[in-house]
Structure formats: C-alpha cells, structure tokens
C-alpha cells in the first residue's frame, strides 16, 4: 500500500515592521500640522514666502558677525563647564571641555530628544575623564543651575521691564508678566528643592535623587559664593547668542528693540523641551510666534530666526562631529593611561569612586 505523502504546512513570512524614531515621528506630526494651519490662517502663507525669498538678500557683514558671536557664545559654554566639572584627579581640562561641549551640542541636535543626547554624551565623556557617577550627577545639576539661572533671571527681569514700560518694546501681559511670574517661581523652587532634600525622610533611589539635586544646587551655590570669575562663561553664552539673532535681524535691515529680541528668544527657546529632531519645528515656530507677537514684522522675523537657527543649531555641529572624533581619541588616551598606572590588585574605578574620598564640587 502505497504510503501517503505527509501534508505540507506553508508558513508565511514573518512582517517586518516598520520602526520610526520617536522623535522623527512627533517633528513630522508636527510640521504636518504647522503646515496645514499656517496655511489656512490668512497672509500666513504670504509671510513666510516673502520670509524665505529674503534670505538670499542678507548682508554678508552682518552674517560674518553673526558667525563670530557665536564663536563667542560656545567659547562663555565651555568657560563654564570647565569651571563647575574642574577636579583634582580628573583630566578634564579645556580642551577636552571644549571636545564634550561640541560633541555634546551634535548629539543634541542629531538625537533631539529634548537635548538627552547631549546630557547621556557628556556623562559618559565625564565618568570616563575619571568623575564618579555620583560626582558627575551633582555637577551636572549645578551646571544646569547655573545656566539656566541667567535664563530665569534675565526673562522674569526683561518680562516685567516691558510689562510697567520701564523697558522699551511693550507687549502683552501674557508675554511679559506670567513669564516673569513664572520665572521667578522656578527659581525658588530650584532654591527650595535643596533644602527641602535634607529634612524629608526620603528612602532608596527617591532619596538618592533627592541628595543629588540637594548636592548640586549647594554646589552651585557655593561657586556663585567663590565668585569665580568663569561664572561669566554663562552670560556670555546667552548674550552672544542673543546678539546672533540681533544680527540676523539687521542682516535684513531690521531693528526690533532689543529686549524684545531678548525676551522673544527666551520665549521660543522653550521648544527645546520638545523632543523634536534637534528642535527643529519647536524652537524655529515658538521664536517666530513670540517675537511677531511682540510685535516684529513677520516676514523679517521668520527670515532671521531661520538665518539664526543655521548659525547656532546646526552650523556648529559640523565642528562637533569633529570634536566627538577628538574625544574618542583623548578617552582612548585616558583608558590607556589608567590601564598603565592602575596595580593589577588596584580595584578599578569604573563602578564610581567612593563617596567619602569624593571631593565636592571645586574651584580651581
């Protein structure tokens, strides 16, 4: 009898799955819907034609200024990082702080993800520089407290200046006065927050978040006590930043006042904490909302705030792929100096250094 074939069970392919980048995928959502209502609003369309047909007709004096101030701008960020992350054993030191600020400020603009990027590549830059991870936690929060205490200050300053008319420019309450409230509030919640950290009863990673806040503020706050004078770093960070957009105003022949560049900046900055494909969309959109609503001429503003955007967002990343380039190299150097000076005994420091020898946040 013959035998029966035995039945043949055809399997399909397994579907590949298509996997899209979260923040690629909320910039594209984005710009869809940026596309669709700037379209229907009226003379929206118009504006930002006539913004872009202007761009070729820049003054090439002012972008050449444009260009240095921003030079300036990175030159005041790497000032300050140097300051705060300085240690006695780590080998952190301007050069190396200018190869993780540019590195640092490519990965912000190539993985967006409201600057993590940025964050996760100076982390690792720093833990391998020889900072412990506790060590570098702190110090990163004291930077960004002292960064972004300029931030606060300067909008709470400038936003009530304009609001009482002391300052020339004008705008909306909602523009100038609940920025400044707002502003004012964050700053004494960053102040609060460290003392709160020391009295409530806190247990496991709460509380060791809690004393890393705690430790950074403190640290920064002692630096601002030192009154060293690489503090000016972070002034000269915003302020030349702002003046490159000052200047790309007048690369079109305009000139809005300057606090309301000032405060139209600040404003539109906010994006950043959207996790667009390097901000893109939500910086570009919230300096062009504010400052039209401040009262700029739109095609202008829309023509500088793209010429101010390349300068400052995405020129400078070439410079940083570079520098990443450099950094790899110089922790290649780092691995093997620590690999020839540790005893085979010697345990290695990688899991972090302990907290008790750990020096606090210096001034060198």
Avoid at 8 to 19: D, F, G, H, K, N
Avoid at 124 to 138: E, I, M, P, Q, T
Avoid at 139 to 168: E, H, K, N, Q
Wanted: hydrophobic share 55%; proline share 5%; with cysteine.
């Amino acid at each position: 009898m013959a035998s029966l074939a035995a039945p043949v069970t055809l399997q399909r392919p397994a579907s590949r799955r298509i996997s899209i980048p979260r923040p690629v995928l909320i910039t594209g959502l984005i710009v869809l819907v940026a596309v669709v209502v700037l379209t229907a609003l009226p003379g929206a369309y118009a504006a930002i034609r006539a913004g872009i047909a202007q761009i070729p007709d820049a003054k090439l004096g002012w972008i050449a200024l444009a260009l240095g101030l921003e030079a300036l701008s990175f030159l005041g960020h790497i000032v300050l990082f140097r300051a705060v992350f300085v240690d006695g054993e780590a080998r952190v030191g301007y050069a190396a702080s200018y190869e993780i600020t540019m590195a640092g400020h490519a990965a912000t603009r190539i993985f967006g993800a409201a600057g993590a990027g940025g964050v996760a590549l100076q982390v690792w830059a720093l833990r391998k520089a020889g900072l412990s991870g506790r060590s570098v936690a702190a110090r990163m929060v004291a930077f960004i407290v002292l960064l972004y205490s300029f931030y606060a200050v300067t909008v709470a300053v400038v936003g009530f200046g304009l609001w009482t008319g002391v300052l020339p420019g004008g705008g909306s309450p909602l523009l100038t006065i609940v920025p400044g409230v707002v502003a004012i509030v964050v700053i004494g919640g960053a102040l609060l927050s460290s003392r709160l950290a020391t009295r409530l009863h806190l247990n496991g990673k709460v509380a060791r978040a809690a004393t890393t806040v705690s430790e950074g503020v403190d640290g920064a706050i002692d630096i601002v006590k030192a009154r060293d004078p690489r503090l000016l770093g972070g002034v000269a960070w915003w302020t030349f930043d702002i003046a490159v957009l000052w200047a790309a105003f007048h690369a079109f022949g305009a000139s809005p006042p300057i606090f309301v560049i000032t405060l139209g900046y600040f404003l539109g900055l906010i994006g950043n904490a959207l996790p667009f494909f390097g901000s893109l969309g939500g910086v570009d959109g919230g300096m062009i909302g504010a400052l039209v609503a401040l009262g700029a001429a739109a095609p202008v503003t829309i023509a500088a705030v793209v010429v101010y955007r390349l300068i400052s967002c995405w020129i400078p990343t070439l410079p940083g792929l570079a520098a990443y380039l450099q950094l790899r190299r110089r922790m290649s150097d780092w691995d093997a100096t620590t690999s020839a000076t540790r005893s085979p005994a010697e345990p290695s420091h990688s899991g972090g250094i302990d907290a008790a020898r750990e020096p606090a946040l210096a001034i060198s």
